[in-house]
């Protein structure tokens, strides 16, 4: 056979070893993202515990985000703002008032944008929402009337005089829906997945590059022994 033909083979085969090892990365990457997605569903559908048990009055926070919780105020009426997301959904966020004079923003539904919230229930209210932590700025436009594009808490401490929670909830969509709203999505926090299948996935991607550096090797080195013996059946001719 040809040594042409010989490197190509052997290239050939390491370059198709090469491209089994990234997949075999990448599915076990994917795995280790449906583990965190998994995780954090699991942590939304958990039981409602009280929010003051795991955020002290110094501001630190617990393992509580993306979790539900339940916590008693008062809302005040005249600090509400409407979140003009980049997808066009308005959602309506409320400030509820706590015992200890913190204030926790709250979601309580979405409304058509360019629509009048309602305003919040008077007294005392329990509520009961998912914990999520600030989201990002937001980089898009923002329509007249509208201060927020996202729920991000140092833009709305600027708006707001009372100290906020490190955090805000997101009302279900029972108890928007008795409040006159339309439900709101929530994005939870990324979950954890299992370690052991990201460091798979970064060894099969070594193992990927290591046989591309061999299969190379290799192929170098028969075409260098080639040379030599052609260059050994030369010198005995002449």
Do not use: C
């Not at 390491?14 to 994917?30: E, H, R, Y």
């Not at 937001?138 to 955090?167: I, K, T």
Request: no cysteine; proline share 8%; hydrophobic share 40%.
């Amino acid at each position: 056979m040809p040594l042409r033909v010989k490197q190509a083979l052997v290239l050939l085969a390491g370059v198709v070893a090469a491209v089994v090892m990234t997949w075999l990365g990448l599915w076990q990457l994917q795995v280790f993202t449906d583990q965190g997605n998994a995780s954090a569903q699991a942590r939304a559908q958990q039981a409602p515990v009280p929010l003051l048990d795991f955020v002290s009055t110094d501001g630190t926070v617990g393992d509580i985000y993306g979790k539900p919780t339940s916590v008693a105020g008062h809302y005040l009426p005249d600090q509400q703002e409407r979140v003009l997301g980049a997808d066009g959904v308005v959602r309506v966020l409320s400030a509820l008032q706590l015992a200890d004079g913190r204030v926790l923003p709250v979601v309580r539904g979405t409304i058509p944008q360019g629509a009048d919230a309602p305003p919040p229930p008077n007294g005392e209210h329990v509520q009961t929402g998912i914990f999520l932590p600030s989201e990002p700025g937001a980089d898009h436009s923002l329509v007249r009337g509208y201060n927020l594009g996202s729920v991000r808490l140092p833009q709305l401490a600027q708006l707001w005089d009372e100290p906020l929670m490190p955090g805000f909830i997101t009302l279900d969509s029972t108890e928007s829906g008795q409040q006159g709203l339309a439900p709101a999505s929530v994005t939870l926090p990324d979950g954890e997945g299992s370690w052991r299948n990201s460091g798979y996935a970064l060894q099969w991607w070594v193992f990927a590059l290591f046989a591309l550096g061999m299969t190379w090797k290799i192929a170098h080195s028969m075409g260098k022994r080639g040379a030599r013996t052609s260059g050994m059946g030369a010198g005995r001719d002449a």
